[in-house]
């Protein structure tokens, strides 16, 4: 129940019973708002963008995991809010002394909401769907070094490799690693059917996905408090303050305008929380169309960037600026903002050595969300001061970016929030719609695969922060800060994002 609702019905009991002595309306006014907020177990949450479907398992915008993962669907093993890897489905696992065979013991009783008894063939049927290949799973990759998948019995279930996978555990714990039923996995991007401690109830495209809490809930040591959640789905900024203030929305975990924020700072009922992200802002240029396949002209476009201006000018001063593809969250970082620090008249001397004394012509796919425009509009006049032209083409997100940019490598810049933790490998995938190739860089990503051992493992990542840094092959601009407002009662949300999500399972109304 909103704040609203609960005014609403006081002032209605009031009403009703207003023949009453004054002292005994007030008194029972007093006792109803405080049973109201007792037993509240209804939340409506806020997000900016609505999925595109339900299935994390079968389309990468991270949407639909903010909406069905740990909520609806589980995986073998999760990861909490510290970013580490905890069980799930898998209760406990055995990792051979060569790392290529990993025997997961995994939770019995679970069952489906459909039923579904979940066991290790229904385990087996959702990984090699995953793998196989007619697979559509965003991050098909992380299950590319399984050779095979074996079940020696109901409750085990051992992945056998082809070669060492360093981040295996961690990959199967985000959302595209999902366990689906065999029975309902088809229909799990319009009719979602997990294991997990919600059910999902209805869609109302355009407005809002309910679920409910399952009351058979299969693991006994979470309580889960809430009954029902709505997600809203309200892309306008200053629709989304006023459904904040007017208590039409319990929480918006992901505010979408930062230039508001400081008007919810003295609001006795709403909370503001500032957190940490995995969102890095990055503007990716198409390394094999000229100019950009030019290293020197990445670089002189990176020194025409004063990326704190960008941050205030895109995003209200709230972020912060990177060097490479990496966040200070993440174990590892280095800080390379200094490798190519703000200077134009470098810039302009690297351009004219490149062959463009007289700079160029672009143009910038610009996706619709706030901080994309934002930022094109700052480097648009940053680039102009080295005498380089950007034309700024706003292009819809999902569908016409995935399909233009993503899938089509049919631009010459764009700009993106990318949201995946610890993603630094895209830059070695092929095909990727950067284009960018280098075997040095790729080198040291299977190292990093092919050690279990942190310590070593965070040198590589440092190795190839610092190649990422000086090839450029996108301008590496800033990560986004996790911009809550929820009601000072609601407890339990994240407050930072090691992963994008909005996890339910802890989450309750403070009495």
Request: proline share 6%.
């Amino acid at each position: 129940m909103t704040n609203a609702l609960l005014a609403v019905r006081v002032d209605a009991g009031r009403k009703t019973f207003r023949h009453f002595a004054l002292g005994l309306a007030a008194t029972a006014a007093i006792v109803f708002s405080g049973s109201a907020f007792a037993t509240q177990k209804d939340l409506t949450l806020g997000m900016t963008i609505e999925p595109t479907g339900l299935d994390p398992t079968v389309a990468a915008p991270v949407a639909i995991g903010q909406v069905t993962w740990q909520n609806i669907f589980e995986g073998l093993v999760t990861i909490d809010r510290d970013g580490k890897v905890q069980p799930q489905l898998a209760t406990s696992w055995d990792i051979s002394a060569d790392g290529l065979t990993y025997s997961f013991h995994l939770a019995e009783g679970v069952k489906f909401h459909d039923g579904e008894a979940f066991d290790s063939s229904v385990a087996k049927a959702s990984l090699e769907r995953a793998r196989g290949a007619d697979s559509v799973n965003p991050q098909k990759r992380f299950f590319a070094a399984i050779d095979t998948i074996e079940t020696p019995d109901a409750a085990t279930l051992v992945l056998k490799l082809k070669e060492p996978a360093g981040s295996l555990l961690y990959w199967l714990g985000w959302p595209s690693s999902s366990i689906v039923g065999t029975k309902s996995a088809a229909d799990d991007k319009t009719t979602p059917i997990g294991t997990g401690p919600f059910k999902f109830v209805n869609w109302a495209k355009g407005d809002k996905v309910e679920l409910a809490a399952n009351p058979d809930y299969w693991n006994k040591d979470v309580a889960v408090k809430l009954e029902k959640v709505t997600f809203r789905f309200i892309s306008d900024p200053q629709a989304q303050a006023a459904a904040l203030k007017s208590g039409d929305v319990d929480a918006f975990p992901e505010f979408g305008a930062p230039e508001l924020v400081e008007t919810f700072k003295d609001d006795a009922k709403l909370a503001t929380v500032i957190g940490n992200t995995e969102l890095k802002v990055v503007a990716g240029m198409n390394n094999a169309r000229k100019p950009f396949d030019d290293k020197r002209v990445r670089q002189a476009l990176m020194m025409a960037l004063d990326r704190s201006v960008i941050v205030e000018g895109a995003w209200s001063g709230y972020g912060t600026p990177i060097g490479s593809h990496y966040t200070p969250n993440d174990r590892g970082y280095v800080d390379l903002t200094g490798t190519y620090p703000y200077d134009p008249e470098k810039a302009k001397a690297l351009l004219a050595e490149a062959g463009y004394p007289n700079g160029f012509s672009f143009t910038i796919k610009t996706p619709q969300m706030a901080y994309a425009p934002r930022s094109a509009q700052v480097m648009q006049a940053m680039f102009a001061e080295i005498g380089v032209t950007m034309n700024i083409e706003p292009t819809e997100f999902p569908a016409k970016w995935v399909q233009d940019v993503l899938k089509g490598r049919d631009y010459e810049m764009t700009i993106v929030a990318h949201a995946e933790p610890m993603d630094i490998d895209i830059y070695a995938r092929d095909p990727y719609y950067f284009n960018y190739k280098n075997p040095e860089f790729n080198d040291i990503l299977k190292k990093v695969e092919a050690t279990s051992d942190t310590v070593e493992q965070d040198k590589l990542y440092g190795e190839a922060q610092k190649i990422l840094a000086e090839d450029v092959p996108a301008l590496f601009l800033f990560v986004m800060p996790k911009l809550g407002i929820w009601d000072k009662k609601l407890k339990g949300l994240w407050e930072n994002e090691p992963i994008p999500s909005n996890v339910l399972t802890e989450v309750y109304w403070e009495e």
